[in-house]
């Protein structure tokens, strides 16, 4: 039997499965941060500064105020203490360490050249030899960046720039090495993943392909309460070859559940533990990034909102700005706020505020308190408002 939802419906589905029903505390923790993270699966990792980088925000628009440091500590602080790992999950991301194990058999593919763009793959064949004098360097000097193997070499050899950071790509996608901190403008350095990942983790045995697959197929489910199949497999960024057998396999122990959404064209899935709030009282800013919006699609199909990022846009040629964030207020995204964390100046710069059509009358109170909560978040004594206009 085939359930079917309201749009409405769903989309309170998904912003309960991404914790947006949860009321935010007057202290934050790492109990809390570990769980939203746990909860999500993974935060995006990107290294634009414009305002904040956006690993930060997705902890930030559920939770309120954190302590940055409590994430860095999980990410990059000593092996013992760690609860975060680096890897190619839906992008680079920070990922839980008990996904580590079910995203070897994605190392596995790149180490046999099977995964990757043409440039890495070369890298597991015939310029292997390459990739494994710059393992072996890591391995007997310690933990180096990218920058390390800049040493003065001619530009045919192999210790060029492109040459070396395509081979610690490669390295780095097939599990050998891995992110043990990052340094000045957010430069990872690189370790022997044995140096790095804690020993308990390295010693869960191997899930084969399909058992790993399916895990995160569901991990997917979890994360997003309501979603069609490509969206289940865009999570953790899997093929069809991939992810397809882990749906059919959920979907006949009962733990996804066939449902129709309305105004949707494609089939959808709703995770058997999916909560359904009779409303959701957000209010939060969202980061280009937030796995609640990162699929673009997804975004229109739940909320009717375009949106696409324009970091890369001519300016003269943007609609909206250059680092937008969307607004959500209740259940329905109402904005939209190009932002600029000025530190110089110490001011939380919203340049322009585009609001969307069926934006409620409380929206620029409830959008200023959310500003006024991030400048403190960030250190900054003010928020200066731009231009307010109304989204066609």
């Given at each position: 039997?085939t359930?079917?939802?309201?749009?409405?419906?769903?989309?309170?589905?998904?912003?309960?499965?991404?914790?947006?029903?949860?009321r935010?505390?007057?202290?934050?923790?790492?109990?809390?941060?570990?769980?939203?993270?746990?909860?999500?699966?993974l935060?995006?990792?990107?290294?634009?500064?414009?305002?904040?980088?956006?690993?930060?925000?997705?902890?930030?628009?559920?939770?309120?105020?954190?302590?940055p440091a409590?994430?860095?500590?999980?990410?990059?602080?000593?092996?013992?203490?760690?609860?975060?790992?680096e890897y190619?999950?839906?992008?680079?991301s920070?990922?839980?360490?008990?996904?580590?194990p079910?995203?070897?058999?994605?190392?596995?593919?790149?180490?046999?050249?099977?995964?990757?763009?043409?440039?890495?793959?070369?890298?597991?064949?015939e310029?292997?030899?390459?990739a494994?004098a710059?393992?072996?360097?890591?391995r007997?000097?310690?933990?180096?960046?990218?920058?390390?193997?800049?040493?003065?070499?001619?530009?045919?050899?192999?210790?060029?720039?492109?040459?070396?950071?395509?081979?610690l790509?490669?390295?780095?996608?097939?599990g050998?090495i891995?992110?043990t901190?990052?340094?000045?403008?957010?430069?990872?350095v690189?370790?022997?993943?044995?140096?790095?990942i804690?020993?308990?983790?390295?010693?869960?045995?191997?899930?084969?392909?399909?058992?790993?697959?399916?895990?995160?197929?569901?991990?997917?489910?979890?994360?997003?309460?309501?979603?069609?199949?490509?969206?289940?497999?865009?999570?953790?960024?899997?093929?069809?070859?991939?992810?397809?057998?882990?749906?059919?396999?959920?979907?006949e122990?009962?733990?996804?559940?066939?449902?129709?959404?309305?105004?949707?064209?494609?089939?959808?899935?709703?995770?058997?533990?999916?909560?359904?709030?009779?409303?959701?009282?957000?209010?939060a800013?969202?980061?280009?990034?937030?796995?609640?919006?990162?699929?673009?699609?997804?975004?229109?199909?739940?909320?009717?909102?375009?949106?696409?990022?324009?970091?890369?846009?001519?300016?003269?040629?943007?609609?909206?700005?250059?680092?937008?964030?969307p607004?959500?207020?209740?259940?329905?995204?109402?904005?939209?706020?190009?932002?600029?964390?000025?530190?110089?100046?110490?001011?939380?710069?919203?340049?322009?505020?585009a609001?969307?059509p069926?934006?409620?009358?409380?929206?620029?109170?409830?959008?200023?308190?959310?500003?006024?909560?991030?400048?403190?978040?960030?250190?900054?004594a003010?928020?200066?408002?731009?231009?307010?206009a109304?989204?066609?």
């Amino acid at each position: 039997m085939t359930l079917t939802l309201s749009l409405k419906q769903a989309r309170r589905i998904a912003l309960a499965a991404q914790g947006f029903n949860q009321r935010m505390l007057p202290q934050v923790g790492a109990r809390q941060l570990r769980r939203t993270h746990d909860r999500l699966g993974l935060f995006q990792i990107d290294s634009v500064n414009v305002l904040t980088r956006a690993h930060y925000l997705p902890a930030f628009s559920r939770l309120g105020p954190y302590d940055p440091a409590l994430l860095e500590s999980d990410a990059w602080g000593p092996r013992r203490q760690r609860r975060m790992f680096e890897y190619w999950a839906h992008e680079a991301s920070l990922l839980p360490l008990d996904l580590q194990p079910h995203l070897r058999w994605r190392m596995a593919k790149a180490e046999r050249g099977e995964a990757g763009y043409a440039g890495l793959r070369r890298f597991a064949t015939e310029r292997r030899a390459e990739a494994e004098a710059i393992l072996n360097r890591i391995r007997n000097d310690g933990p180096l960046t990218a920058a390390d193997f800049e040493d003065g070499r001619s530009k045919s050899g192999w210790w060029e720039w492109s040459h070396a950071k395509h081979a610690l790509e490669w390295l780095f996608w097939a599990g050998l090495i891995t992110t043990t901190t990052r340094r000045g403008n957010f430069a990872r350095v690189y370790d022997l993943s044995e140096r790095v990942i804690p020993q308990p983790i390295r010693d869960l045995p191997t899930p084969d392909d399909a058992t790993a697959q399916r895990h995160l197929v569901e991990r997917s489910a979890r994360a997003m309460g309501v979603a069609t199949a490509a969206d289940l497999r865009d999570y953790f960024r899997l093929k069809p070859d991939e992810g397809d057998h882990a749906i059919t396999t959920l979907a006949e122990e009962g733990i996804l559940l066939p449902v129709k959404v309305e105004g949707w064209s494609q089939k959808a899935w709703m995770h058997r533990d999916a909560g359904l709030p009779r409303r959701i009282e957000a209010g939060a800013l969202l980061a280009p990034f937030d796995p609640l919006i990162w699929a673009r699609g997804r975004a229109e199909r739940l909320f009717g909102f375009h949106y696409r990022i324009e970091i890369y846009v001519p300016q003269d040629k943007r609609t909206h700005g250059y680092y937008v964030l969307p607004f959500l207020l209740g259940d329905t995204l109402v904005a939209r706020v190009d932002l600029k964390a000025d530190r110089q100046a110490g001011v939380l710069r919203a340049r322009r505020i585009a609001l969307e059509p069926a934006a409620p009358p409380e929206t620029i109170d409830r959008l200023t308190f959310e500003l006024d909560r991030m400048a403190a978040w960030l250190a900054l004594a003010s928020v200066s408002l731009g231009e307010i206009a109304r989204s066609i």
